[in-house]
């Protein structure tokens, strides 16, 4: 019996399911209109982003409550070129997300910068240095 994973799926459980969408729509992702409290996302590669709201998962999870704090799984998006980070960066902190990481050259040789969606989920920007 083979037990491997065949497939991924990232969860953000969305205190406001409408904006979550627009950050990931800034972000450049092809995020469908929800037609209720669970939208899914095929993302580059094949993985899958879901989002559903707190009242979906506190309807699955008998006593389960939102944490308190930021979120704590991370997710990362890679770019073609450092130019590419700045311009996502900008486009996402104009519009009011937090950006708690300025983008800067890693000394991993990677372009690097974190935004936070509205959920407070770290999202790291990142594209190999030339």
């Not at 995020?31 to 559903?52: I, K, M, Q, S, Y």
């Not at 700045?86 to 800067?104: C, I, K, Q, S, V």
């Amino acid at each position: 019996m083979d037990i491997t994973p065949q497939s991924t799926v990232v969860e953000i459980v969305a205190v406001d399911l409408d904006r979550s969408l627009e950050f990931y729509r800034l972000l450049g992702l092809t995020v469908p209109d929800p037609d209720g409290p669970h939208v899914e996302v095929t993302l580059p590669g094949g993985n899958r982003l879901a989002f559903d709201t707190e009242d979906v998962i506190a309807g699955m999870h008998p006593g389960w409550t939102p944490p308190s704090g930021p979120g704590r799984v991370a997710m990362a998006f890679g770019f073609a070129g450092p130019d590419a980070v700045d311009a996502m960066y900008e486009r996402l902190t104009r519009a009011g997300h937090p950006g708690p990481l300025e983008p800067f050259d890693a000394p991993w040789g990677q372009r690097y910068a974190t935004v936070e969606d509205p959920d407070g989920t770290s999202v790291d920007l990142f594209a190999p240095l030339p």
